[in-house]
């Protein structure tokens, strides 16, 4: 393996060959050859990569490599839909071509959730029953009908136009209605792609669904795999957890209840069965409701105040509602009814979850009732870390590589540590690599903390953002991404600061739920004239290099909301075992979500400007030099006019 990566990446090797240019890189040589070994010696690996290192070319060479000269397969997941795009067009072609100088023969394919594909059989439903129309639809329908069977066109984003989100439901491959699939199933075909590939990119999300299906009935939709690379993997914690977490509200039960109703062959029962039926239903609704009731009662503080959302640590007797819902699915499945099983499938999951969620069993899990409008409760239980599914399943099963510019703790290549990290994931035995970034920080960087700004805390603190980010403009006037902790902050400022801008001719765009997020990164690509207010998933993934993005202003320092249930089950177990919630959880956390939003601005050697941050608690506590430390060295200031210090000309 040393030897095949030193003809890949050595002057005059195998990359020199490809790309014009092309130079050696030490970090991303070290990078490859970390993962080269944990393949070969069949372990886990902890890869720390500063941008601009090349660390997704430097895993995929050995991955590659390994898989096709071992007959094995191996999942790349990323969090990120450009840095997944990256991968597939980019680099894995790349990996290709090197493969065949050696004369191996590597094969790939992406997958996407279901959602994301066609399904022939609703397609041709939906075109037969368009063909004695001519509306707007219809046309589209037979368009896309085209589409698919002259140039197979297999996924959404191939078709090449737009299709509005309510027809897209109609044709999507979620939830198939056929009772034998068609020959000509696309997902039957990616099935088969999948199973002869190497490398099989994918999300977070897709991967850790299969592998919640994978750990209930053994197996998955992806192939059997023998080695996992996770990019981006700062993201693991808040995707695993999410989709392995269980939600039970009655309106899921009712509405798979009519799903059901409106099936064919529930039509061909006779009245008696129907009667039956509806009546067990009626019952299970009523006892659920009254549960829910109960519930609905205890949901307030300890003022007496109604609460958004309550932890509780006792259990919640569902023995009779549960009871009555299993003899609801024993009936329907004894009448063998043809084309309703993934509905009696669904039903039997949800019972399932509820009775998981009120038996509160788990210390390893966090319970809680959330309520929303007039009094809709909803069961919820969630993992309180990443480790509590994935120890066993994932990394007990295969070598897994971890990589993100931003998993570690620490103030020095020295003194950083993966343990915070490694502990909640579940990994405990791992080799470990820590690259710095390339880039010249030193004298193109500036971190500016001004010395008036306010405890966020106060009420003077959001009218201080607009009054800075309007002093701010004066000097840049846009290619600006200022990044937000909370929505009705970032909503507040942009309202203020509209009129500032549209006087100065500076375009403000704001982040929005169902926003077109790439739409808005390419307009600060293109427009220097522009400043983006992000929260969320800004914080990660915008990649605008050059003089585009010169200035990011960090309003708040990200430290999670223990407002959020999961979030403060996990303090209350920290704090019940004596230690410090905010040393132990708060403040790494906050580190690894900082550095993400500070490394927006560095994205190639030619990016040069300032990190502003508003929050005056780096200079008031006395954890704000070990924030400052844990950042890139860089120029320091606490006066806003050395903008212009470091702003390109």
Request: glycine share 6%; net charge neutral.
């Amino acid at each position: 393996m040393q030897d095949f990566i030193h003809r890949v990446f050595k002057d005059g090797g195998h990359l020199s060959n490809l790309i014009p240019g092309y130079k050696p890189r030490e970090p991303q040589i070290l990078i490859s050859s970390k993962v080269g070994n944990a393949f070969e010696l069949n372990q886990h690996l902890l890869c720390e990569a500063g941008t601009g290192t090349g660390k997704s070319l430097g895993y995929l060479v050995p991955a590659a490599r390994w898989a096709v000269q071992n007959k094995k397969t191996v999942v790349v997941c990323t969090h990120t839909i450009p840095l997944m795009t990256q991968i597939v067009n980019t680099e894995l072609p790349r990996v290709e071509q090197i493969l065949r100088m050696e004369k191996l023969n590597l094969k790939y394919q992406l997958v996407k959730g279901k959602e994301h594909y066609i399904c022939n059989a609703k397609l041709e439903k939906l075109w037969q029953e368009k063909l004695l129309t001519n509306d707007s639809e219809a046309r589209l329908v037979q368009h896309i009908f085209k589409k698919v069977n002259q140039e197979h066109i297999a996924e959404r984003s191939g078709l090449g136009f737009d299709v509005e989100d309510n027809l897209w439901r109609k044709i999507n491959a979620s939830n198939c209605p056929a009772i034998t699939k068609p020959d000509n199933c696309l997902l039957d075909e990616l099935k088969g792609k999948l199973n002869k590939s190497h490398i099989i990119v994918t999300n977070f999300a897709y991967f850790f669904n299969d592998l919640k299906m994978r750990k209930k009935t053994g197996n998955g939709s992806l192939p059997p795999y023998d080695a996992v690379i996770f990019d981006e993997a700062h993201e693991l914690e808040d995707v695993c957890c999410s989709v392995f977490e269980k939600k039970v509200d009655i309106h899921q039960f009712e509405t798979l209840f009519e799903a059901l109703n409106r099936r064919d062959a529930f039509h061909e029962l006779d009245n008696a069965t129907q009667l039956e039926l509806a009546q067990l239903r009626q019952m299970f609704i009523k006892k659920l409701d009254e549960i829910n009731g109960l519930i609905s009662k205890g949901m307030k503080d300890e003022k007496d105040n109604p609460v958004a959302f309550k932890l509780f640590t006792s259990k919640i007797d569902t023995t009779e509602v549960c009871s009555i819902l299993a003899a609801f699915i024993e009936k329907v499945k004894n009448l063998r009814l043809r084309g309703v099983s993934d509905i009696l499938d669904r039903l039997f999951e949800g019972n399932d979850d509820l009775d998981f969620i009120s038996e509160n069993s788990k210390k390893s899990w966090a319970y809680w009732a959330t309520v929303q409008g007039r009094g809709d409760i909803t069961l919820h239980a969630a993992p309180l870390y990443p480790k509590v599914v994935l120890s066993n399943g994932l990394f007990d099963k295969v070598p897994v590589i971890l990589a993100s510019a931003t998993m570690s703790t620490g103030t020095s290549s020295q003194g950083k540590t993966f343990s915070f990290f490694a502990g909640r994931v579940g990994v405990q035995e791992y080799d470990s690599v820590i690259v710095d970034s390339p880039f010249d920080y030193e004298n193109k960087t500036m971190i500016i903390v001004p010395e008036d700004a306010p405890d966020p805390s106060s009420e003077e603190y959001l009218p201080y953002i607009v009054e800075k980010l309007e002093e701010i403009l004066l000097f840049t006037g846009g290619r600006m991404l200022v990044l937000f902790t909370n929505f009705d902050n970032m909503n507040f400022v942009a309202q203020k600061l509209n009129g500032h801008c549209i006087g100065r001719g500076i375009s403000l765009l704001v982040q929005f739920p169902g926003c077109d997020r790439e739409k808005i990164i390419q307009e600060l690509k293109t427009n220097p004239n522009t400043v983006v207010l992000g929260c969320s998933s800004f914080w990660t993934g915008v990649d605008v290099p050059g003089d585009s993005l010169t200035t990011v202003v960090i309003a708040k320092l990200p430290f999670p909301q223990p407002n959020e249930p999961l979030i403060r089950a996990q303090l209350s177990v920290i704090e019940q075992a004596k230690r410090s919630s905010f040393f132990d959880y708060m403040f790494p956390k906050m580190m690894i979500k900082l550095k993400q939003g500070f490394g927006r601005l560095n994205r190639s050697a030619y990016c040069q400007g300032a990190v502003i941050i508003l929050d005056n608690r780096i200079l008031k506590k006395k954890y704000g030099g070990r924030i400052i430390k844990n950042l890139p060295k860089c120029q320091y200031s606490r006066t806003l006019n050395d903008i212009v210090k470091i702003l390109p000309c």
